[in-house]
């Protein structure tokens, strides 16, 4: 099959892996060369970590790369039998993405949005023409790694492109669970709002970040704590959703923190700015420990 994935950012790169992975053709489209050029460098990265663990062949890492194409021109999704849309978190741009594409692509291409939070039905609304062709297959962070996918139906999703990109979903070697449209999803209705809550605990002074990790992990069975886990997703992208929900259900219960918005507005959106509630080296860098 042939894919495009357009955006070749945070979730872009690790969502092309993956499809790369089952053994699909992908062009990755950014907007421009050096974003492209970044999404491939942390593919290439991490097939370079599977070859020198012994668990990927350099000839393997080679024909895989071979099957990736980059772009910064939308008509090369022209042959694109699925596309998956993950740029930024604002409808204005992904309308603007999908009315361009509905007049690129043949009519049998499905396209899917990897929203965290935005309105399916709003998005397929925008291609009248195929908005039963429109879903969302919602990766999570870090998309090589992480096996779940939300495939969120709009209301105007048929039945075969829902059961398609479902299929598909699980080919990649994913578990996709069905979920119908609502603000959030299912994870990030209870994800976000947490993180949120662990924001509050560290402005109000009761606890520090690494505290209120460690807290969660060891006093709620959670793997990685919610603070550690806000700095992987990125700030900017967390309040997006926190502003989806507050807006989607009226509820204050899912006001945005202040100190979200702070941290937004000063740039530290977390790993891939090389600062959060942590601090790493550099963009997308590893953490760095204080001792
Ligand atoms: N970060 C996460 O943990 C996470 C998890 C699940 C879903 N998502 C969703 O995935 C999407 C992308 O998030 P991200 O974290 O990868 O963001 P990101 O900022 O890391 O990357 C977004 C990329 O999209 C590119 N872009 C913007 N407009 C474009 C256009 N018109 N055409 C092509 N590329 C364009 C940007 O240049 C950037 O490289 C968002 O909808 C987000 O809500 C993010």
Known sequence: MKVCVFGAGNMGARITEVFLNAGHDVTMIDIKPEFTERGKTVITHDYEFLVSKGKMTAERKDELLASLK???????AADADFIMEVIL?????KKDLLEDLDKICPAHTIFASNTSGLSITEM???IPHRSDKFIGCHFFNPAQIMKLVEVTRAIQTSDETFQTAFDLMASLGKTPVAVKEGPGFVVNRILIPMMNEAMGIVADGIASPADVDIAMQLGA???SGPLHTADLVGHDVNLAIMETLYRETGDPKYRP???MRQMVRAGWLGVKTGKGFFDYDGPFGKEIVKK
């Open 70 to 76: 980059t772009s910064v021109d939308r008509k090369d």
């Open 89 to 93: 978190e604002r409808m204005d741009l």
């Open 124 to 126: 397929a609304a925008c």
């Open 221 to 223: 069975g959670m793997k």
């Open 257 to 259: 923190h202040p100190l």
